[in-house]
Nanobody, 125 residues
Framework: QVQLVESGGGSVQAGGSLRLSCVVSGYTYNRNCMAWFRQAPGKEREGVASIGDYGGTHYADSLKDRFTISKDNAANTLSLQMDNLKPEDTAMYYC???????????????????WGQGTQVTVSS
């Protein structure tokens, strides 16, 4: 059974930083895409960043200058470093995973199969 468990959310003032983590268990596919999404109240879910088993990354254009996605394969952990946070970054953040087909790449625009429960990030002005 695949499980994704996020942590690291919290409340921070504008301009601050947070680092989110997602521990993955039960996922045995060598070809994979991992990603972070977020959803603010009353808004649609949006992709933040993705990273593939091959190491390639993809970011939402509006976030790539402030957010950095990374992973630690040995620890089965996906991370999201968020710097210079803004009130509009306030949202529930989710990590997600999917199997990557041979010869394809990963994107935040893909459909992901496995999801965590989310961690809340609140940025005050």
């Amino acid at each position: 059974q695949v499980q994704l468990v996020e942590s690291g959310g919290g409340s921070v003032q504008a301009g601050g930083s947070l680092r989110l983590s997602c521990v993955v268990s039960g996922y045995t596919y060598n070809r994979n895409c991992m990603a972070w999404f977020r959803q603010a109240p009353g808004k649609e879910r949006e992709g933040v960043a993705s990273i593939g088993d091959y190491g390639g990354t993809h970011y939402a254009d509006s976030l790539k200058d402030r957010f950095t996605i990374s992973k630690d394969n040995a620890a089965n952990t996906l991370s999201l470093q968020m710097d210079n946070l803004k009130p509009e970054d306030t949202a529930m953040y989710y990590c997600a995973a999917r199997v990557r087909a041979p010869g394809t790449s990963c994107s935040v625009n893909d459909q992901y199969r496995y999801w965590g429960q989310g961690t809340q990030v609140t940025v005050s002005s």
